[in-house]
């Protein structure tokens, strides 16, 4: 399919060839029929993209805030592969659209069928693009007669509709609106159907002359400099009851706006991007109440309702962003009087294969616009069950897989796209042939970027394919362990990113599965490739005696909108990420861990990120593991410490170590700065492919690890020791 996409270093604009989305539980297939350009948006996220770096920086101060955080945490070189992938990344454009049901997911069977016109919304799924895979709650039926040209406007009618709701209209009440482009237009609308009486400010002549038109029963042009005494002549001396502001600007004239205009305790709802420097001595007179609209209403950036189709019960939460779009759409109705017409806002149509033309007007402004719309083709006849997306044919040796490794790759993240896929791409022996992802954008990107021969967006593209003999996983948690199965079961040797699996029942199928496969598997746990473990664990070899292992992680604390945090994908920090020193820990002593006791700290609202893990070992070693995320990162994130044989190890963050014993401390550093071992982990699993086996590490090892770990969840659970034994 053919899709929108801006290149977030540059700001550069194409219409580019993805692999087709898939559709997925609880969600829509939808071919786009028409989508619509929100002007101001989308012109201030091209224009952001087009900033140079400074010029991004000082635009955003909090995100370089995050950046020298990471500097002091893991180093200049990785936080600048970090920055760099982020900017790197293609970014998918547009977040209204209406079209045609192709596909109904499991479990909305009966409530959407093949066929169905629907309005969609969502930055990020309802895209500028042929095909969008959209979530039931962000989706509604488009009512019969209601053309596609104006059922894409249903995601700018919620915003507008959501804020004027907060402004709380009154039959019969004036509101004003500042700023009548898109948004404006459409609350002043709103505010006219629900018996309010409107008064439209703006600086353009043409808007404010379409706003009457459309309904405003007094308009004022802002260019005429005393709006106060407009708003004065219009409400007989009062003032407007409320004050919808729906400017798009950086400066904070708007307020100073609405505080001329308002009456005293009026309620003045901030739907526009805006300055928010309000005349604190005016608002203060006029004790006037600001809210601010959360975009599409009640449910708008909350995952459980959005991604996982939660309702709130009408009694608590009655107009939700589904119902703002439905009624929106109802009130479209052809024959309704008086009838929302998004339609009189359209001053553009192009076709979508033109859509490099539509941003060139609306971002830079060639012409006067208000509401673009790209119109697609007709859908074709039937759409294949499943498609690839071929590179162009290259030059050069044509290998065979018994000569190399031909690796298939679910799942291209952050992590995957700044470590481990370009550590691959330059590998000799690795020939990275198909690319999978949930969104073709990034699976299409992953191609370009790193050299795949094919991108798609279902998995049987690897797991189906007899040329792919190895598979890496780089999916979310939840997928690990079935993926894994998945892989054996077709005789594919697997290298999957840490936790191997979330539970004991995923790790039980994972060994029947592997004992019947002649494909072995691997996990991500890459501490024990770095040069630094490895130094370590040869010269603990050379100590008599047990071990005492303690491995200190000054993780910080997670973003609020991290899917670690989720229940569903990530399952917290202790399955996902302190598995790799409890398995770093079990490696140094090089004995099997036999039992788990796990202390969290006092019981808080977040998952939990602070605990300590005590393993014990089969030779009686102990290895202790600390994890909090209540520290300053600038101290550093990871300190082991090794204790055996009158001698002491100790690892700050893989950049320097120490030993020390008879009296003396030696110093050891990495020949290449920090180094966590990504790179020698993935570069043995390669050769281990090509030899057939055996695995780089033993499989028992890496179940052993895993199964330490949920042990510590289950050890939290029931407040005791847990002794593992079989999954």
């Known amino acids: 399919m053919k899709q929108v996409v801006q290149n977030a270093r540059s700001g550069a604009l194409a219409l580019r060839t993805v692999p087709d989305p898939r559709v997925r539980p609880g969600h829509l297939l939808v071919r786009t029929r028409a989508s619509l350009i929100s002007a101001g948006t989308e012109r201030l996220a091209v224009r952001f993209s087009r900033k140079n770096l400074i010029e991004k920086a000082r635009a955003r101060p909090d995100l370089v805030r995050k950046t020298i955080g990471k500097v002091r945490r893991d180093g200049l070189a990785e936080a600048a592969r970090a920055v760099m992938t982020r900017l790197d990344e293609p970014l998918p454009l547009g977040y209204s659209a209406a079209g045609v049901v192709v596909e109904v997911g499991a479990g909305l069977e009966g409530r959407y069928r093949p066929g169905q016109r629907v309005a969609v919304a969502g930055a990020g799924l309802a895209n500028h693009a042929e095909l969008n895979t959209v979530p039931d709650n962000l989706a509604a039926p488009v009512p019969d007669g209601v053309a596609h040209e104006e059922a894409c406007y249903a995601t700018l009618c919620a915003i507008a509709l959501h804020g004027v709701r907060l402004s709380r209209p009154e039959l019969g009440a004036w509101c004003a609106v500042i700023g009548v482009g898109l948004v404006g237009q459409l609350a002043a609308q709103f505010l006219t159907l629900s018996g309010a009486r409107v008064l439209a400010l703006d600086f353009d002549p043409g808007r404010l002359a379409l706003a009457e038109r459309l309904g405003a029963e007094a308009i004022y042009d802002l260019k005429g400099g005393d709006p106060q005494a407009a708003a004065m002549a219009a409400t007989d001396g009062m003032g407007c009851d409320a004050v919808v502001i729906a400017a798009a600007t950086e400066s904070s004239a708007p307020f100073e706006t609405a505080a001329q205009v308002a009456r005293d305790r009026a309620i003045v709802s901030l739907v526009g991007y805006t300055g928010t420097t309000f005349p604190y001595r005016e608002f203060m007179h006029k004790e006037l109440t600001v809210t601010v609209s959360r975009s599409y209403g009640p449910g708008r950036y909350d995952p459980d309702y959005e991604a996982r189709g939660m309702k709130y019960p009408p009694g608590f939460v009655r107009w939700t962003e589904t119902e703002n779009l439905k009624t929106a759409l109802d009130l479209m109705r052809p024959g309704r009087s008086p009838r929302l017409d998004p339609g009189a806002l359209t001053t553009h149509r192009f076709d979508f294969d033109r859509a490099e033309d539509a941003y060139a007007l609306v971002v830079d402004g060639a012409e006067p616009h208000l509401g673009v719309i790209l119109r697609y083709d007709e859908p074709e006849p039937e759409r294949p069950a499943h498609r690839v997306h071929p590179a162009p044919a290259a030059g050069g040796r044509a290998f065979t897989t018994r000569e190399r490794c031909v690796l298939g790759v679910i799942g291209a993240g952050t992590f995957a796209r700044t470590m481990l896929l370009p550590a691959l791409k330059g590998m000799a022996d690795c020939e990275l042939h198909t690319i999978v992802t949930s969104r073709g954008i990034s699976a299409e990107h992953g191609q370009q970027r790193f050299g795949f021969a094919r991108a798609a967006t279902g998995e049987e593209a690897v797991f189906d394919n007899p040329d792919i003999n190895a598979v890496l996983l780089a999916t979310p948690h939840s997928l690990h362990a079935g993926q894994t ?120 609202g977040d998952p939990c990120e602070d605990v300590t893990i005590t393993c014990e070992l089969a030779d009686g070693s102990l290895v202790t593991v600390f994890y909090t995320a209540l520290g300053d990162t600038a101290c550093g994130k990871e300190l082991i410490e090794a204790y055996a044989g009158n001698s002491v190890i100790r690892i700050e963050d893989f950049r320097r170590m120490a030993i020390a014993g008879n009296g003396r401390i030696r110093k050891k550093r990495p020949r290449s700065g920090q180094d966590k071992g990504h790179r020698a982990e993935l570069q043995a699993f390669v050769e281990a492919v090509i030899a057939g086996g055996p695995p780089p590490v033993e499989e028992t090892q890496l179940v052993n690890s895993s199964l330490a770990t949920v042990a510590a969840v289950e050890s939290l659970g029931r407040g005791a020791r847990v002794v593992l034994e079989s999954p």
Do not use: Y
């Open 485 to 604: 199965v998945r892989a054996l079961n077709a005789g594919k040797h697997v290298f999957v990113e840490k936790p191997l699996s979330l539970t004991r029942e995923g790790l039980r199928e994972i060994v029947a599965a592997a004992h019947s496969s002649p494909a072995f598997f691997q996990v991500g746990f890459n501490r024990r490739f770095a040069p630094l473990s490895l130094a370590a664990k040869a010269h603990l070899a050379t100590l008599p005696g047990r071990r005492h292992i303690l491995l200190r992680v000054n993780a910080g604390r997670l973003p609020d909108e991290s899917w670690q945090r989720d229940a569903d994908e990530g399952h917290g920090r202790i399955l996902g990420e302190a598995c790799h020193f409890i398995d770093l820990g079990a490696f140094l002593a090089g004995a099997p861990i036999v039992s788990v006791h796990a202390e969290a700290a006092a019981a808080g």
